[in-house]
Structures are given as C-alpha cells and as structure tokens.
C-alpha cells in the first residue's frame, strides 16, 4: 500500500528541485507531499538510491531529513463546475483573497478543497437501468455558468447506470451516479500531462472569429487550430489576447497568465467582470477559467499552469464545447524549464533551453484539434500562444521552434505599435496555413469573395509597401499616377480596417459582415480611383479628396452596422465620380 511508505527523506534542497531517498516504489511523473508542510511536488528523475523531485511551491524551511509521502498518482487536476468564472493558480487550487501559495499548510495537495461544503444542482438525463458508454451524458448542472456543463460517462466506463441521485442539491464530494459499479460525481480528476481521450481527430473546417479585423480578415484561423503571437515588448500582445478572449465565438475561454506581471492579470479580470457576454446576456466571466500564475508565484507550477490550462480546455471539450486556450507567455513556461534544467544538471542547448524544448513546445500544441468525441460530438481546443523573444529577437529558439508547430502567426511589428497602429500584426511578418481551407467554408457558406477579396488584401498591401520604399527616395509625386494610387490604397487599407482601437465601444470588435463591409468598402473605392487615373485626372486631385468619411466608417457606426458602411461607399463613390 502507499500509505505504508514511511521512509522517504529529503536528502537535498536546490531550489524547487529536491532529492528524495528511500522510496523504492516511486515512478516518473508520480506526485510526493514534501516535509510536514506537505508541498507538492513531482517525481521528474529516478536514481539508483534517491530520485528528483520539481516542488510546486516556495521551499524555504524545507530541510534534510524531512518526511516525503507519495501519493500514488500524477500531477491531475481536479474538474467540475466550479471552473467557470473561477480563478486559479497553476495547479488549479482556487485563489480567493489569501495567496495559497504563501499558505501551504492550509491546501494541501491531496485534499480536494474545491468540494468543501459545495452544493450543486443536479438534472439527470438518464434513467436508472439504461446502458451507457463512455462520453454520454448522465445529467447537468444548469447554474454552472454560461454554458451547459454535462456530468459524462468516465473513459473506461460502460455498462448500467445502477444508481441516480433526485433532481436536486448535491454535495460536489459525494456521487451523482453509479455506473457498472463505478461511482461518478459533478466532478472529476485527469493528469493533466496526459491528453483526454477522443475517438478521432477530423480536419478544421469552420472559423474562429476573433472580431479583430486584421485577424478575421487577413490571418484566419480555424478553430481547432493553433496560432503564436510573438513581439517584442510594447508592442500590444497582452491587449490583443485580452481582445481575441473577450470576443472570440468560443464556448469557454481558458485564460492561463503564465508568468506575466500581476497588474495585467488584475485588468483581465476586471475587464471580463464588467463585460456582457452578447449570446447569453450574462457576465462574459460565466464562460472564462483564469489560471493566473504571475511573476511572484512559484516557477515550478508555472510550468505545470500551460499543461492545466490545456486539461481544462479538454473538459469542456469532451461535454461538445468550443474551448479556446489563450497562453500568455510561452516564453515565460519556456524559461521555467531552463531555469529547473539547469538546477537538475541537464545539458543546455541552444540558448541554455534544454534540448527538449522543440518537442515540449510540439507536444503543447499538438493537443490543439477538432475532434469527435467519446459521445459522439464535434467538439474542438483551440490553442493561441504568445511569444516574448528578448529584444524582439524572434530568431531567439522559442519563437524558432514555435513557428514549425502552430498554424497561424500574427507576428507583432515594432514599428507599427511605435506609430501607435494597433493591433500591430505586421502584414510582412505573419502567415495563416488555415486560410485556404477557410476559403473553401466561406464559399460553402455564402461568401464565394472571401478567398479571392483576402488575396486582393494581401497584394495591395505588399505593392504599397514596395512602393513606399521606393517614395521615400524618389518622393511620391515622381511616381505615375497608377502607383500613388496604390499608396493612397494601402493607408486606407491600414487606417480603415486594420488599424482597430480596443477602446472604442464600436470599434473593440467587428462582426464578419461589417469586416466584409469595410473591405468591401476601400477596395471599391481604390479601384475608383484606379478608373480616375485611366481616365486622365490627375493623381494630385484625388489624393486631395476629403477620405475621413470612409477612415472613421470603423469607429463612428456599431459593430454590426453593415447599411452605414455600404452608404458611406456610395457617398465616397459619387464624390469620386464628380472628378471626372
């Protein structure tokens, strides 16, 4: 038995690595309780006659000789309905008003402190004597939050409910159900190193709207894929996440601040307590899990919070959600693992990365799809990750290797937040490997010009800036009047759709139709004055024509207006047709 283990000691403290003698029955990735504080750590290295241990709390006053008991079971996160609008640390522990990872001793590892004097209403969906398999849906839990949370057949488990407890009230710590002699509950465990499990992974197909422009627009992606925002510091990853959170038409968001400042973790949850969530009329909070582990809490469980996160993502997934996981920073989990690789001897690599990190970062992001699940459904994790390379150096080896693993990059330009351009997703640098079989969709579901109008985009934007180059030496009015079109094209362009402020109540986010709309709009209005040109007028003239009503089109009409939008159009149309 495990609880008969008594001997293991301490036999050296480094910092959150200990080493552990006298425990003959441990294995990797096995969870031990550490001196009388019982911190909780996990088993990362055996030996012939102690092993390592990577402690998920502070360990001042750990000493040599203190008691290590295993616990007989990986580091698991404890799932149910008190997740949605929670905030937790790294482990998934509830962080109400003290820091529990100051206090130890009043959390401990092996206790599930989420159930303590928890009532939650129960509907069963089931009847007693009726055969279940796995990922079926046993009964509810209607004031969750936001969104349907399911109570569902573990993996593994089939055959006849025996027992279902009333409609009603129940303790979160005791059974809702009986299954083939399996005990079920609102709530569960899963490692959270260990991917749940699905019957199949099927190809992305369906959007993900972010309500950023230049994201929906230009750089896509499906949900169920992956994507990595790297930039340098200033440049507006934190406030971009914080939008795409806010916004995005997921189910549930999983927000994971792993190793960012405090403050920043204070304005997300300040923004989401105050923001309305438009399908359900709820606070927005009812469908967000916050893992905050800022920059003061322990380094350990920081580089556990990015495996928690995802677990949780996979929860809801498995009850047929959306779920999006929003990380931020990689960067930071990536430097825990440098930082316990150095402690624990392990030979650097590039940068004194361990050598794992291509793979570790590679296993994070596989765990993004779209899959069937064990009931039946089509359900996806969506995975969004930042990058902060030092000095903005994205050759620096976590933005090199994130790059091979994710779908989509928004690559954030420091220039473009320097001329307060914000979002400041640089057209040059990002890329979208989902935007063709978006395409495809848009076309299927009635918007054929999707493809064609995002190309269009993508060359004007690419001609001005090759243009603009070219003006900065020759001056703009040595070009012909064709090419200062182009110019005159790509700063609408910019200004009017991509260019988004996140404090504008019209202009935070923008439906697809208006997005189409804006686009629509400036192409329009480029080709007019592409049709000037031919026709004689001088380019002088039409760069001289009042544009503002078609820049402010954004900020000055609601989010979902797409009639203003279009008469602004044929305003600008007719005044550009009096030219000729």
């Known amino acids: 038995m495990v609880g008969a283990v008594t001997a293991g000691r301490v036999r050296r403290v480094n910092g959150p690595l200990v080493e552990v003698t006298g425990l003959a029955d441990l294995a990797m990735s096995d969870l031990v309780a550490l001196g009388a504080a019982r911190l909780p750590g996990e088993v990362v290295a055996l030996g012939t006659t102690a092993a390592s241990v990577q402690a998920y709390e502070y360990t001042g006053g750990l000493a040599v000789g203190d008691p290590v008991t295993p616990l007989g079971r990986p580091l698991s996160a404890r799932l149910g309905p008190w997740l949605l609008g929670g905030v937790f640390d790294g482990l998934l522990r509830p962080l109400g008003s003290a820091p529990t990872w100051l206090e130890p001793d009043t959390d401990q590892p092996d206790t599930d402190q989420h159930s303590t004097g928890a009532a939650w ?13 796995p990922g079926e849906v046993l009964g509810t839990v209607p004031e969750a939050g936001s969104v349907d949370y399911r109570v569902l057949v573990p993996p593994g488990v ?15 710590d005791r059974p809702v159900a009986v299954v083939a002699g399996t005990a079920v509950g609102v709530g569960t465990s899963w490692p959270v190193r260990r991917p749940r499990p699905v019957v199949r992974r099927i190809p992305t197909a369906e959007p993900l709207l972010t309500g950023q422009r230049v994201l929906d627009a230009l750089f896509p992606v499906a949900r169920g894929s992956s994507a990595a925002v790297p930039g340098g510091f200033g440049t507006g990853k934190t406030m971009l996440l914080q939008q795409v959170a806010k916004w995005c038409t997921a189910d549930v968001i999983v927000y994971v601040g792993c190793g960012e400042r405090g403050n920043e973790m204070a304005d997300v949850l300040d923004e989401l307590s105050r923001l309305v969530d438009p399908r359900s009329g709820r606070p927005l909070a009812g469908r967000t899990v916050i893992i905050a582990n800022t920059s003061n809490m322990p380094m350990m469980a920081r580089e556990a919070s990015i495996y928690t996160g995802v677990t949780v993502a996979e929860h809801f997934r498995d009850m047929g959600h959306h779920a999006v996981v929003i990380a931020d920073s990689t960067s930071r989990w990536a430097e825990a693992l440098r930082e316990f690789a150095s402690r624990s001897g392990a030979l650097p690599a590039e940068e004194g990365y361990p050598a794992g990190l291509a793979s570790a970062l590679a296993a994070f992001y596989e ?8 009931g039946g459904a089509e359900a996806s994790v969506t995975i969004i990750g930042a990058v902060s390379p030092p000095g903005g150096d994205i050759t620096e080896p976590v933005t090199a290797h994130t790059e091979r693993f994710v779908r989509g990059l928004w690559s954030l330009d420091r220039s473009l937040a320097y001329a307060r351009h914000y979002p400041a997703v640089g057209w040059t640098g990002s890329f979208a490997r989902d935007a063709e079989g978006l395409a495809v969709w848009y076309a299927r579901n009635g918007d054929p010009g999707w ?23 020759v001056g703009t009015t040595s070009l012909p009047g064709r090419e200062r079109v182009v110019l005159l094209g790509g700063r609408l362009l910019r200004e009017a759709v ?26 329009a209005v480029v080709d007019a004055c592409a049709a000037l040109v031919e026709r004689g007028v001088i380019a002088t003239e039409i760069e001289e024509v009042d544009f503002s009503p078609v820049l402010r089109a954004a900020a000055e009409t609601p989010p979902d207006a797409v009639d203003e939008v279009l008469a602004r159009r044929d305003a600008m149309l007719r005044t550009l047709e009096a030219l000729a």
């Open 121 to 133: 209403p129960w509907e069963p969906a089931v009847e007693v004597g009726a055969d279940v398999a």
């Open 451 to 473: 493809g064609p109008r995002r190309a269009r985009m993508v060359s004007l934007l690419a001609d001005a800036d090759r243009l603009a180059d070219l003006a900065e030496l």
């Open 158 to 172: 089939r055959g006849r409910v025996e027992r279902l407890a009333p409609t009603g009230p129940h303790p979160a």
């Open 367 to 374: 765990r993004a799809g779209r899959f069937v699940t064990l």
């Open 498 to 523: 991509l260019q988004q402020s996140a404090q504008d109540p019209d202009d935070a986010h923008c439906t697809a139709e208006k997005t189409t709309a804006l686009v629509d709009t400036v192409l």
